[in-house]
């Protein structure tokens, strides 16, 4: 089946540290792979997408790169900021007969310190 | 701002009880997806509608179901409610039925009491 494992937080950093959170996958097709944030209080927002071996999403300073190799899809960030803290999912979906609904990770929460 | 509403914001009812949560997705999507996000079994996939009918069943109970109006619109029925729940219950839209990105919105918190 498909499923997305990511590294447990939460994750604490100082500002302007950097930032790595863990995300691999198994898929039984060809997926594409997501970041959504969830900030506290508020609804899930797509961070960035990639749908294509080695293509690089990026959006607000995150990057992650899509490793078909290594079935991996981490998200970096060169300086948090206190306004990144939220929480991180990694997702992925696989086009199965034109159905894609989203397959999450548990998520990982970072808190980010002055 | 997704352009997806939800509503209510907050829910809060008995057990053995029956909820509508509504969803109205972004102008011009035809297809909703429902998700529910507890802390023991994280965000999980309910359902999703692509212009009135169903598409994909993931892990629903069969006291919940959902439905696609004409509109557009979705409503998930939850019924004889148990403690357990209690979670947050998104809706996400997309333009097609196997459209890849997911615009969720801000969420219906239910709390069974």
């Known amino acids: 089946g498909n499923s997305v494992t990511q590294m447990e937080g939460p994750v604490t950093l100082s500002e302007e540290a950097f930032l790595t959170i863990n995300c691999t996958y198994t898929a039984t097709g060809y ?8 900030y506290p209080g508020e609804g899930l927002q797509l961070l960035l997408k990639a749908t294509k071996a080695d293509d690089k999403g990026s959006n607000k300073g995150f990057e992650a ?5 290594t079935t991996s899809f981490h998200l970096e960030k060169g300086s948090v900021q206190v306004s990144d803290s939220a929480v991180y999912f990694c997702a992925l979906s696989v086009r199965n007969s034109g159905n894609t609904p989203l397959v999450f990770g548990k998520g990982t929460r970072l808190s980010v310190i002055a | 701002d997704s352009g997806v509403t939800q509503t209510p914001k907050h829910l809060i009812t008995a057990t053995g009880q029956r909820v509508t949560l509504r969803c109205s997705p972004r102008s011009g999507d035809l297809s909703v997806y429902w998700y529910q996000q507890s ?4 965000l999980q996939f ?11 069943k993931g892990n629903i109970l069969e006291r919940f179901s959902a439905q696609q ?7 998930l029925n939850l019924s004889s409610l148990e403690l357990g729940d209690s979670a947050l219950y998104f809706c996400a839209s997309t333009l097609g039925v196997s459209s890849d990105t997911q ?4 969420g ?6």
């Open chain 1, 31 to 38: 997926p594409s792979l997501f970041w959504y944030v969830q």
């Open chain 1, 65 to 69: 790169t899509y490793r078909k190799e």
């Open chain 2, 103 to 106: 615009y969720f919105g801000p």
């Open chain 2, 46 to 56: 309910l359902i999703q509608y692509y212009n009135g009918e169903e598409r994909a």
């Open chain 2, 69 to 75: 109006f004409p509109d557009l619109h979705s409503e």
């Open chain 2, 108 to 113: 219906t918190r239910l709390t069974v009491l």
């Open chain 2, 39 to 42: 802390l023991d079994q994280g």
